[in-house]
């Protein structure tokens, strides 16, 4: 079965500081990766994904995320985080199939930025 | 991008009655949805995969019953939670794929009282 760790319940970080999220995936074949992000009350909104091609993916708002197979990890990264990157982050991970997938997430780390 | 309506956003019932949330693709048409649930500070669980046209498919765990699931145009799911308690209470959020990539709705927030 697939399953996704977010080590990192709650981070605090600067403005202007570096931020790096946690993920490690568990699945049987090629996974399908991904990052979202939530504000309180809100839905989600995908920050990137990863399903094949190079291993470093860009993503909105100046995220990105590196795939490591060997560390089955997909941590996100950014160079230096703004006030309102204060929200909920989820890594996920699917079947990597063509057309819908079912996904599992990790149990998120909320970020926290002080100014 | 692609658009996920979800309505209502917030709702509150009473304890045994029915509240029926919406699923909507607002420009795009969605074979397949999904519904879930997140309980507070948690993750999100998958409930059900909602098919257009077909019975939905249910997570273990998950009691049909109780939670029905109607996904009868390639742009509409319903989820229904019937006899609703307070330990349903909960943030219900649904997604609809274009082609690889799932949109979700902005979630409803139910709370039994």
């Known amino acids: 079965a697939q399953s996704v760790t977010q080590p990192d319940i709650h981070i605090t970080v600067s403005e202007g500081a570096s931020l790096e999220l946690r993920c490690n995936y568990s699945?049987?074949?090629?996974?399908?990766l991904f990052w979202y992000v939530q504000s309180p009350g809100q839905g989600l909104q995908l920050l990137l994904k990863?399903?094949?091609?190079?291993?470093l993916v860009q993503g909105i708002k100046g995220f990105e995320a590196e795939f490591k197979r060997s560390q089955s990890s997909f941590n996100l990264r950014k160079p230096s985080v703004h006030w309102s990157d204060a929200a909920e982050y989820f890594c996920?991970?699917?079947?990597?199939?063509?057309?819908?997938?079912?996904?599992?997430f990790g149990t998120g780390t909320r970020l926290q930025v002080t100014l | 991008g692609a658009v996920v309506s979800q309505h209502p956003s917030r709702v509150i019932c009473k304890s045994g009655t029915s509240v029926k949330i919406e699923c909507r693709s607002l420009?795009?048409?969605?074979?397949?949805m999904f519904w879930y649930r997140q309980f507070p500070k948690k993750s999100l669980m998958l409930m059900a995969t909602?098919?257009?046209?077909?019975?939905?498919?249910?997570e273990q765990g998950v009691e049909k019953d109780k939670f029905l699931i109607n996904h009868a145009s390639l742009t509409l799911s319903t989820l229904t939670v019937t006899s609703a308690h307070p330990e349903d209470s909960s943030f219900y959020i649904c997604?609809?794929?274009?082609?690889?990539?799932?949109?979700f709705g902005q979630g409803t927030r139910l709370t039994v009282v």
């Open positions: 420009d795009f048409q969605a074979t397949t």
């Open positions: 997604s609809a794929y274009r082609e690889t990539e799932a949109f």
């Open positions: 990863y399903f094949s091609g190079d291993t």
């Open positions: 909602s098919n257009e046209g077909s019975k939905a498919t249910y």
């Open positions: 699945y049987g074949a090629t996974p399908y």
């Open positions: 996920a991970v699917g079947a990597l199939t063509g057309t819908a997938s079912k996904l599992t």
